[in-house]
């Protein structure tokens, strides 16, 4: 059973940073797929970042590329997301997510809250 804590959330000024952690249960976590989700009010959940078990392979919405960061740290199973530069359109619930079968993101954290304050 994989089960994903998310962290790192808070209020922030804009232009500011926030580190976001995830930590993960489970024997898969080295070889998953993970990836940052996000869901601002009144829209639909978008993606952010994704990066594979190796860490070889990242990718960013473009919204973000530039000021985000996704990293991972297997020995501890948890995933990372740096956030730097905030604007007031980042502010959302940000979701940590484990892929299962590939291509589909089958775990879900519970979500932390990023509110950046112009």
């Known amino acids: 059973q994989v089960q994903l804590v998310e962290s790192g959330g808070g209020l922030v000024q804009a232009g500011g940073s926030l580190r976001l952690s995830c930590a993960a249960s489970?024997?898969?976590?080295?070889?998953?797929?993970m990836g940052w989700f996000r869901q601002a009010p009144g829209k639909e959940r978008e993606f952010v970042a994704s990066?594979?078990?190796?860490?070889?392979?990242?990718y960013y919405a473009d919204s973000v590329k530039g000021r985000f960061t996704i990293s991972r740290d297997n020995a501890k199973n948890t995933v990372y997301l740096q956030m730097n530069s905030l604007t007031s359109e980042d502010t959302a619930v940000y979701y940590c997510?484990?892929?299962?079968?590939?291509?589909?993101?089958?775990?879900w954290g519970q979500g932390t809250q990023v509110t950046v304050s112009s």
């Open positions: 489970g024997r898969t976590f080295s070889a998953a797929t």
């Open positions: 997510a484990q892929e299962g079968v590939v291509g589909t993101y089958n775990y």
């Open positions: 990066i594979s078990g190796s860490s070889v392979n990242k």
